[in-house]
Structure formats: C-alpha cells, structure tokens
C-alpha cells in the first residue's frame, strides 16, 4: 500500500500554510541563512514506525537541499533511543519543518503502534483487526495507511465504497429486509451490503435477507459467540462497538470474522519522536 505523493503534498502545504505565515520569527531572526547542522529522529519508546517518508518530505517543500537517510522504514519496530533518519542541511530549513514533520510522524506512529498491540492481542483466533470511518479529518489516507503498517486492514475509506446500514438507516427506512431489498435492486454487483444489528432477531433478519456482512454492535463476548453458532459461515461477522486492548481478546476468540476499533484513529496517543539537532 503505498500513499499518492499528491495527497501527501496536500497535506503537508496545508500544515505548513499554516505553522508559518510568511516568517518565522525566531529562526530568521536569529539564524545565519548559511548556517548548516545535521538533525537526528530520535525514537524516546517503544513500537512501530509509520510516516518516515511524509515525515522527511516536509523538508523538501521548505528547502529542496536538505538531505535525508533513513535507518528504519515504516512497519518496523522502533525501541526507545534508536535513530530513525538523520537530515542534513540549511539550520533554518530544519526549524521551520520541524514540528509539521514531527507532528505527522508522531500521530503516523501512534496509530501503527496501537493497531500492532490489538493485532497481537488477536493472535492465535481468526479475527482480523479493522479501523473505520472516525478518521481526523483530512488525514483519513495517512490514518488508515498506518493502521495497515501496523498489521491491521481497512475497512471502507469513504460513503461510496460499500453499502452499511447503520441502525439510524434501518430506523428511517423502516426495516433490514425492506432495505437490503431494495439496496440490491440499485446497487452494482461490486458492491457488499453491510447490515448492523443489535439483538439476535435483527441478526436473523440480516442473515436471510442476504447480507454479505453482519455487525454485531456493542454485543458481549456471549451474545457475539451465540451469533457465530447461528450465522455459521453464511456471512462475514464484524464486532463492533467499546472494544480496546483490555477485551479484545475475548472478543476475538468468540470466532467473529473482524474487529473495528475506532479508537485506533479517533482516540491515539502520539508516539513520543523528538528531532536533535547535532552542529556540523
């Protein structure tokens, strides 16, 4: 999976539009515009890394000389103290880029690094981890590209992708068959209907009108392992709804198909990165 450098570019103008109106006030003022340094990534915890290349990609908007070499790519892991990339050029060129740069790698980072510890969590059940659609917005490209270096997959990007009834759809149409009907009537054949349920009768509804994916909204790991026995295979299960790292694994070896965590995305910590500057 790879990010468009356009959409990346997008990004990181509009960080920079707004980080520095046309000066920056303490490095121009008081930094010699033929002074060089060397600068160093620095890693100060644990996990994985994502971001690296968008991360260094700032510099080059600001200042097409600054030079970059990178010891550790995205999807590896980081351990506190290791050197990530170690930039070289103008002093001024580094300051200016430094907190956009860093701001998107520590984000990037915290998102890989917190899907790589529910993936672990999972490990040794069939269930996959998923992101969704709670994405910052703007960013919802890079958030989902470092779900996946983190080991997890993506679910839908975006309204178009597929077809998910929420409950508030199910409500305002009226019920799960009537639109699942109806839905299959205009949609292509590309496309999967997603149906949530919240209780064992709706489950039933989605599971003979066709659904090719079923929910399972903010159930217990009892009631979630009950509708694997029902569906038995005849749909994709997804469990959804207050899951973290301290029950994910309960949920995951209830056999469901998929875990989505918007959490991952919507609630990340940061990853602690510092940027140290070394004089030539």
Not at 159 to 171: E, Q, V
Request: hydrophobic content about 40%; overall charge negative; proline content about 1%.
């Amino acid at each position: 999976m790879m990010l468009p450098e356009f959409y990346v570019d997008e990004v990181i103008k509009r960080a920079l539009s707004e980080d520095i109106n046309y000066i920056d006030m303490a490095t121009d003022m008081l930094i010699d515009e033929k002074d060089v340094c060397e600068a160093e990534f620095v890693a100060k915890a644990a996990g994985i890394l994502a971001g690296i290349d968008c991360a260094l990609r700032v510099f080059t908007f600001i200042d097409s000389g600054v030079e970059c070499e990178v010891f550790i790519h995205d999807g590896e892991a980081v351990n506190k103290g290791d050197i990530i990339a170690r930039i070289k050029g103008k002093t001024r060129s580094i300051l200016k880029g430094e907190r956009t740069s860093l701001n998107i790698l520590q984000h990037m980072s915290g998102v890989a690094t917190a899907t790589n510890r529910l993936v672990k969590a999972c490990e040794g059940t069939g269930a996959t981890v998923a992101d969704t659609r709670k994405t910052l917005p703007g960013l919802r490209a890079m958030e989902k590209y470092a779900v996946w270096v983190g080991g997890g997959r993506n679910h839908r990007f975006n309204l178009s992708d597929g077809a998910m009834l929420k409950d508030n759809h199910i409500d305002a149409y009226g019920s799960i068959t009537g639109a699942v009907e109806e839905l299959r009537k205009k949609i292509g054949h590309m496309v999967k209907i997603e149906v949530e349920v919240r209780n064992e009768a709706e489950l039933w509804e989605a599971m003979n009108c066709g659904a090719d994916v079923i929910m399972l909204d903010n159930m217990t790991p009892e009631e979630m392992a009950e509708c694997v026995k029902i569906v038995g295979g005849k749909a994709v299960l997804e469990a959804s709804g207050n899951v973290d790292e301290s029950n994910i694994a309960e949920v995951a070896k209830t056999g469901v198909d998929i875990i989505s965590s918007g959490a991952i995305t919507h609630s990340v910590k940061a990853f602690d990165i510092s940027l140290k500057i070394r004089k030539s």
